[in-house]
């Protein structure tokens, strides 16, 4: 059986909690390994004051014994520091929906007379869990040496150009910038922008590419529509709170292009086979494809 | 039980085959509804050989009794007309892999030494199945009025602007053009362009949208990452042969605006919320969003 | 997406976690329901040591708000209060495997050295979080008149005979029964059972008897072999720690009869269809049938 | 992704189908293999007289290519041979529901007021399909050297004493009987009782053992309720139509056992774990523990 997780708790709840099942046995693991990736998530420039006002670190409560996985399915919890601010006062209830939001729709689908209910579970706080599940599986991913990094492309109107950086240097650069922009230039400018937008009491969209590398080639499947490795992952990203498209490689760009264009020629090169370009994004007919 | 399906079938062998699980009883449904979106799917300017040798038709082998769906699972079957062609044919194996199809990666999961398995399962044939499938849930959903209708919107290089068209219109004069098109200039442009890359003996990318009209509101969850509607349709949409990216309304665009400029207000009317725009796809917060 | 629950935590751990998805917003629900429950858990004539140690109260960390579910998944955990007696003292490896637990067999499986990992999770202590999560259920489930209860119907050689007495009468009998047997005759016996097998430091096996009241007609179906109500039932029966057999009805009893011993007549009676027996157990064809 | 499958076809319409989604490539396979089962599940002391009718053969329409499989969902079929008696002609309504059937619960579920729908699926009939793609599952099995066989254990009264007898030669001896018991003497008593039954106008229940022999350890786990090994198996064994009991090993007798008598104790001989006794089924703490 695969891996999966449930995610429960609310903005302001007691706390947020995960559930992650089908880790296998014998990964050294520790809160630490965990914290990092929170406190990765936290950072950001111009992220919102809750970021501030939680430092959220993580318990382990069930699945790691010794400092070691056991295979059992492995409990998370962050606690909201906040919540004992609000516990027990009375709060106005929420009317006005918010579009962009789920205020609407959740009170429509779940009969909601204060909306509260729904934007407190709708919340981007929600994707502390998911950080924290991933950053286990990130960790177990690594003892293979296989390494998932991300950065961000474009904020609003402001593009970036990688020209030939290597995406291990894009990942070094985006940790060490506040905007998660590899492109000294291009965060400078970001930075502007968000300025700009916050100063206008507004929000603002942006782009980010995520890739994995050293995947071994195989993962997922065309014999049947829910095995391509394509659908799973865009299911997963467009799991994301506020995120609405996805591509693989340049897709909506290879989308104007002729075939020759786009495929990633194969060579056989002395008994080996290689491919000198990556347009398809490292994935062929719904499998990973090693470049 | 949520509907399920499950596909079968090679290119190149006896015949394809679905079941489709989990569909209603007392369904009115006929092998001819099924046939037309069969045929649809045939057509279709510059479309390869093998959409003229085969002319397809379904048999409905399980699940209808007396016209009407039973709740039983649906067996559906086309035959391919040129599979007596093949049959016990000496057929020279394939060695050479192609980029941009399962052909590399299939031998690597699977083992094969003739490539021929890989192709045979990826080719775009297996869609076949999947339009039959899709043609019950399809006809299924128009009992209740929901529109389920597609257009293509760009092919290479030429874009199409619908300005104000209504979808139904944009649905109707897509039935009415072979590139599927609605703007007839538009369409004469994709065909010089579709011209000259077959000439060149190349491929052409392409865009298309998919649109369904008067959905409920609450389809989805932002409950769970897994119960999303943007998560699901994109999974469904990145399950189909050489779709690699997609949005959910104008969402790569959105992403380089400012939040007022994206989202859909709501406004207050005569006792009923309604939005003047849809910039959103139709969803918010993971749920089906009627505007 | 039908209701869905991971549990996590360890016999000796800090805490057990579980999360359940799916529950409909709107209700009711307080610790006190769930507690109730998990003190009857902890009830039992000759229950362990740990029964003892430990009084297990509910905290719910997610999806309950104002006293009402929300409709998102509900975080329930339930502190183990002797973890503090162990943490941080060495233990000793446990490397003897015991007969008829996980010992060896997960051992194997996960390649533990030190045996104890697999106690820890193969433990009944896990029960607690089924009963938890099965606390929310049943209070769901009583909202439209279901009952669900249980009783012991043997423990060793000592069979009960109920009679006629009805199902209510069971489950209240049971309630104030130590060793939850309906019969006061039958109970005795048992506990000189248990009396004479814990003296003799050994353990004991028996039966119960678990059954849903008011169900409606319709649970479960024959369309898919994994649809069936008696498929799932056995299934989430197996799933408990200890268990080894099922039957749906006199199921084995009904092995040795013929058809019209086994069937539940039905009579038309004033425009009902009734029926005076149940040897089937209230499922027919996979499906629950009121009786 | 684990193995699934999905059957369709009702009982007297055109065809039955399976699709058996997940088999791996490279496994030779015919339709002699999947025949021989076929023919297996057609015979059998006092089968109605459907069985004499159809002589069932497959046809494999997907998933094996050049007498391989190809990791391709494999689509089987058997034509019900008596289809064309049947088409077209009118049938008179079936509106009195047989107890111990699905007729009852079929129309209240699905709304039928012709019962047929309901018996044309629920029919026995469907097991072809199970036993079509179950002989592929087993055929792959084979090839590690397991071997999955069953045979009659009692019916009716009619109980048999194995004494030591080998599974192995259960087997044998339950592939030699026309009521697939291995005993002789208890077979003719069989006979007699199943003749006596026929007499009445009656039906007859039985019991009946399934042995995988040669499993690896470690299939199945305790880790989470919906991984353990006996869980899935009561699950499968009960979605069989008919079958309303499962126990894994003598679980009811040794219910009514102390633990010593029950477990298998672990003995440690040069070297090696060994158990001298098979009381619990070859399963402990939900994983397979081979003895």
Redesign the interface.
């Given at each position: 059986?695969?891996l999966?997780f449930?995610?429960?708790?609310?903005s302001h709840?007691?706390?947020?909690?995960?559930?992650l099942?089908g880790m296998p046995?014998?990964l050294s693991i520790t809160p630490e390994i965990i914290n990092k990736e929170l406190t990765r998530r936290q950072q950001g420039y111009g992220s919102g004051g809750r970021m501030k006002i939680e430092k959220d670190t993580v318990?382990i409560?069930?699945?790691v014994?010794g400092g070691e996985t056991?295979?059992?399915?492995?409990?998370l919890?962050v606690q909201n520091d906040d919540h004992v601010k609000w516990k027990g006062k009375a709060v106005e209830p929420m009317t006005a929906?918010?579009?962009?939001?789920?205020?609407?729709?959740?009170a429509?689908?779940?009969?909601?007379k204060d909306l509260?209910?729904?934007l407190?579970?709708?919340s981007a706080r929600e994707t502390t869990m998911?950080v924290a599940a991933g950053a286990v599986c990130k960790h177990f991913l690594a003892q293979f040496g296989i390494v998932v990094g991300g950065y961000v492309s474009?904020i609003?109107?402001i593009q970036t150009d990688f020209g030939d950086m290597l995406y291990e240097e894009r990942f070094t650069r985006a940790e060490e910038s506040d905007v998660r922009c590899p492109i000294d230039s291009s965060a400078q400018k970001m930075r502007d922008e968000i300025e700009k937008?916050i100063h206008?009491k507004?929000?603002?969209?942006?782009?980010l590419e995520i890739v994995a590398l050293n995947l071994p080639?195989?993962l997922g499947?065309?014999?049947?529509?829910?095995?391509?490795l394509?659908?799973?992952?865009?299911?997963?990203?467009?799991?994301?709170?506020a995120?609405?498209?996805?591509?693989?490689?340049d897709?909506?760009e290879?989308?104007?292009?002729?075939?020759?264009q786009?495929?990633?020629?194969?060579n056989l090169q002395h008994a080996n086979?290689q491919?000198a370009t990556n347009r398809?994004?490292g994935?062929?007919?719904?499998?990973?494809?090693r470049l």
């Open positions: 059986m695969p999966r449930l995610t429960a708790g609310e709840g007691p706390s947020l909690t995960a559930i099942d046995a014998g318990q409560l069930g699945g014994m056991t295979g059992a399915p492995i409990a919890l929906p918010r579009p962009g939001h789920a205020d609407l729709t959740g429509v689908k779940y009969g909601y509260r209910p729904a407190e579970r709708a998911r474009s609003g109107e937008t206008g507004n929000t603002l969209g942006g782009e080639v195989g499947s065309f014999m049947q529509w829910d095995k391509r394509e659908a799973k992952l865009a299911m997963a990203v467009m799991s994301v709170q995120i609405k498209g996805v591509e693989v490689g897709a909506f290879n989308a104007k292009r002729i075939g020759t786009v495929h990633d020629p194969i086979l491919r398809a994004g994935t062929e007919g719904g499998i990973s494809a």
